[in-house]
C-alpha cells in the first residue's frame, strides 16, 4: 500500500478535530478491525514522537467498511503554536505491519475565543 501526499485544510487552535480516513488498496475498501492509527503533527519533521502533538485511534464504527476517525480533543489542540505543521496519518495492521496512508501539512490557525 502506498501512501497518499494530502495537505489538510485549515484547522483551528482550540477546537476538537475530527479526521475522517477511507482506507482503501486497489480500490476497495479494507476491513480496518484489530488496526491502530497513529497522527503525528510536527513543527520540525526531524524531531523526535511525539512531536507537537500526536493520537492514537481504534477504528470504531463502520470498520469493515474502511472507516476510522481521528479525534483530536481541543484540550491537544489548545496549547498548538499557529503555523503550519507537517502531519502524517500511520496504520498498524493486526500482524503489526505499519504503513503511512497520508501524509502532508496542515496549517493551524488562531481561535478568536480562548475562553471556553
Sequence with gaps: MSYT???LT???RGDDWTIKVVVSSGGQV???TGYTYYFTLKSD???PD???????ATPSEN???GVVYINVPRTLTNSLEPRTYNYDVQQQDDTGSVQTLLIGKVKVVKDVTRTV
Excluded at 511525539?50 to 492514537?56: A, I, K
Design 5 to 7: 501526499s494530502k495537505d
Design 10 to 12: 485549515p484547522l483551528v
Design 30 to 32: 479494507l476491513d480496518v
Design 45 to 47: 519533521i526531524d524531531s
Design 50 to 56: 511525539p512531536g507537537d502533538l500526536q493520537v492514537t
Design 63 to 65: 470498520p469493515t467498511e
